[in-house]
């Protein structure tokens, strides 16, 4: 990634859209989420995990800015 972070909302949006994709939607009835394997919760975890970081590198870079 890019040392540079954007501070463009819509890109942004669609980093974290881009991370989230595959990630089941617990709110969402028949999501299957409450039927995840172990390795799959891990999985979602490290997906969740670069989401809160990306959103992180932003915020600083929005304090910097």
Same mark, same amino acid.
């Given at each position: 990634?890019?040392?540079?972070?954007?501070?463009?909302?819509? &890109?942004?949006? #669609?980093?974290?859209? #881009?991370?989230?994709?595959?990630?089941?939607?617990? #709110? &969402?009835? /028949?999501? /299957?989420?409450? &039927?995840?394997?172990?390795?799959?919760?891990? #999985?979602?975890?490290?997906? @969740?995990?670069?989401?809160?970081?990306?959103?992180?590198?932003? @915020?600083?870079?929005?304090?910097? /800015?």
């Amino acid at each position: 990634m890019n040392s540079e972070m954007s501070t463009e909302p819509n &890109q942004i949006r #669609a980093q974290i859209a #881009a991370l989230l994709a595959d990630v089941p939607d617990p #709110a &969402q009835e /028949g999501s /299957g989420f409450d &039927q995840l394997a172990e390795s799959d919760i891990d #999985a979602v975890a490290a997906r @969740l995990e670069e989401a809160h970081d990306l959103l992180v590198r932003a @915020l600083e870079s929005v304090e910097k /800015g």
